[in-house]
């Protein structure tokens, strides 16, 4: 865990090797669990907030894949929140770095019963078919897992497969069940979700496209407004490797103008804005790349200044989505 810097990745503050039991100490995550969480406030959130929260899911994916890591235990339990609804990936006790490996795919020993092992217990329905049957987990499989947090978010955080066991669901996925859309879950987002359990892993999404396609629904609200029945017209999908994730709609909402000095100054950290804006974090988008490490980097060293910036900046998204579904017209 202490390599890993991102935002929306669970961030390591120390360990206790001195006394047993041994502890490790991360950042505080106010709001619990992410399934938890979404249980008690039950139909809460408005769904551009909830696409902010699977955004911030798909980034620290990225992140992860990016650097060679495959989770295999990716779920909403094992996702934290923190006052500002920012979801960040946590619980990497059965994570494996895949190296020098022409698959790309790291293989278990063996597998037993309904769960898979060595190295602990990984629950069936949130595990890609491949991974079952052969064992392989790559990042491909981890996306599996990632359409299955989309549908227990957008659930407010409904069990998986209801009251199946891991035998029938197993033999469901097998015979190319998928599980259907949440009441009131946007078209598109649905669609993501079965592109994600694609029974062809090649076929499923990357978490880059993924994390694009997003951004685009986010910049496109009026595409999330329609549930049920066919896409609207115009709207193309693509989740195969190599392509771009892209949806077509509907005129885009426009964002009030944002100015970099004018939120520095709202946060109380304007003495920032010429080192911001001459490494090129001169817009929202770009400061939501912002590490604690490109930060040092850059000068600001302070911890209570990094934690304040990248809370602001993605609080100050949540914003923006907000406003966007209060100015959209209904479709």
Request: overall charge negative; hydrophobic content about 40%.
């Given at each position: 865990?202490?390599?890993?810097?991102?935002?929306?990745?669970?961030?390591?503050?120390?360990?206790?090797t001195?006394?047993?039991?041994?502890?490790?100490?991360?950042?505080?995550?106010?709001?619990?669990?992410?399934?938890?969480?979404?249980?008690?406030?039950?139909?809460?959130?408005?769904?551009?907030?909830?696409?902010?929260?699977?955004?911030?899911?798909?980034?620290?994916?990225?992140?992860l894949?990016?650097m060679?890591?495959?989770?295999?235990?990716?779920?909403?339990?094992?996702?934290?929140?923190?006052?500002?609804?920012?979801?960040?990936?946590?619980?990497?006790?059965?994570?494996?770095?895949?190296?020098?490996?022409?698959?790309?795919?790291?293989?278990?020993r063996?597998?037993?019963?309904?769960?898979?092992?060595?190295g602990?217990?990984?629950?069936?329905?949130?595990?890609?078919?491949?991974?079952?049957?052969?064992?392989?987990?790559?990042?491909?499989?981890?996306?599996?897992?990632?359409?299955?947090?989309?549908?227990?978010?957008?659930?407010?955080?409904?069990?998986?497969?209801?009251?199946?066991?891991?035998?029938?669901?197993?033999?469901?996925?097998?015979?190319?069940?998928r599980?259907?859309?949440?009441?009131?879950?946007?078209?598109?987002?649905?669609?993501?979700?079965?592109?994600?359990?694609?029974?062809?892993?090649?076929?499923?999404?990357?978490?880059?496209?993924?994390?694009?396609?997003?951004?685009?629904?986010?910049?496109?609200?009026?595409?999330?407004?329609?549930?049920g029945?066919d896409?609207?017209?115009g709207?193309i999908?693509?989740?195969?490797?190599?392509?771009?994730?892209?949806?077509?709609?509907?005129?885009e909402?426009?964002v009030?103008?944002?100015?970099?000095?004018?939120?520095?100054?709202?946060?109380?950290?304007?003495?920032?804005?010429?080192?911001?804006?001459?490494?090129?974090?001169?817009?929202?988008?770009?400061?939501?790349?912002?590490?604690?490490?490109?930060?040092?980097?850059?000068?600001?060293?302070?911890?209570?200044?990094?934690?304040?910036?990248?809370?602001?900046?993605?609080?100050?998204?949540?914003?923006?989505?907000?406003?966007?579904?209060?100015?959209?017209?209904?479709?």
């Amino acid at each position: 865990m202490g390599q890993f810097e991102h935002p929306n990745i669970i961030r390591l503050e120390g360990v206790v090797t001195r006394c047993k039991p041994l502890m490790i100490i991360t950042e505080y995550m106010e709001n619990g669990s992410l399934d938890a969480f979404l249980r008690k406030h039950d139909g809460q959130f408005t769904v551009i907030q909830l696409v902010g929260m699977l955004r911030g899911i798909a980034s620290g994916m990225k992140y992860l894949s990016d650097m060679s890591y495959v989770h295999r235990d990716l779920a909403a339990r094992n996702i934290l929140v923190n006052s500002n609804l920012v979801c960040k990936v946590s619980d990497f006790g059965l994570s494996r770095v895949l190296e020098d490996d022409p698959e790309a795919a790291y293989t278990t020993r063996e597998a037993t019963g309904s769960y898979l092992s060595p190295g602990g217990k990984i629950p069936i329905r949130w595990t890609a078919p491949e991974a079952i049957s052969y064992r392989k987990f790559t990042t491909a499989s981890d996306v599996w897992g990632y359409g299955i947090v989309m549908w227990e978010v957008v659930s407010y955080g409904e069990r998986p497969y209801w009251d199946m066991n891991n035998q029938d669901v197993i033999k469901a996925i097998e015979e190319g069940y998928r599980l259907p859309a949440p009441m009131d879950c946007p078209v598109v987002l649905h669609q993501l979700m079965l592109d994600c359990w694609e029974r062809e892993r090649a076929d499923r999404p990357s978490f880059s496209q993924i994390l694009n396609m997003l951004d685009k629904l986010i910049r496109n609200p009026g595409t999330l407004r329609r549930t049920g029945g066919d896409r609207p017209p115009g709207m193309i999908l693509e989740s195969s490797v190599g392509s771009e994730v892209c949806v077509s709609v509907v005129p885009e909402v426009c964002v009030p103008q944002w100015s970099l000095y004018d939120w520095l100054q709202s946060i109380g950290l304007e003495r920032y804005r010429d080192v911001l804006a001459a490494a090129g974090y001169s817009s929202h988008d770009s400061l939501l790349a912002l590490t604690h490490k490109e930060m040092d980097r850059l000068g600001i060293i302070t911890p209570s200044h990094q934690d304040i910036l990248i809370a602001s900046v993605q609080q100050e998204m949540l914003s923006q989505m907000q406003h966007l579904q209060h100015s959209m017209v209904p479709v």
